[in-house]
Nanobody
Framework: QVQLVESGGDSVQPGGSLRLSCVAS????????MGWFRQAPGKEREGVAA???????NVTDSVEGRFTISKDTAKNTLYLQMNRLKPEDTAMYYC????????????????????WGQGTQVTVSS
């Protein structure tokens, strides 16, 4: 049973920083690609950042230069460092993994992730 538990969401002022964590159990994150997604009220869920089994990364254009995805395989934990936060970053953030090993080396698509955490809320406002 794959389980993902996010933490680190908070309310922060514009320009602030947060680090989200995702602790995985039931599988080794080093074997599969991992990603962070977000969904704001009334909007579709979008991919934010992804990392594959070789630690290659991809981030969406709106957060490039501000967000960094990383992982600690020893702790089986995924991270999202978010800097210079903007009000438009406000959303529920989800950790996810694609458990199909055949896509473990891809960070170019967002539509086949099949295990999800419960989400952690990030609110950016003054």
């Amino acid at each position: 049973q794959v389980q993902l538990v996010e933490s680190g969401g908070d309310s922060v002022q514009p320009g602030g920083s947060l680090r989200l964590s995702c602790v995985a159990s039931g599988y080794a994150i080093s074997r599969y690609r991992m990603g962070w997604f977000r969904q704001a009220p009334g909007k579709e869920r979008e991919g934010v950042a992804a990392i594959d089994s070789f630690d290659r990364t991809n981030v969406t254009d709106s957060v490039e230069g501000r967000f960094t995805i990383s992982k600690d395989t020893a702790k089986n934990t995924l991270y999202l460092q978010m800097n210079r936060l903007k009000p438009e970053d406000t959303a529920m953030y989800y950790c996810a993994t694609d458990t199909d090993w055949r896509r473990a080396w891809s960070v170019q698509d967002w539509d086949k992730y099949d295990a999800w955490g419960q989400g952690t809320q990030v609110t950016v406002s003054s």
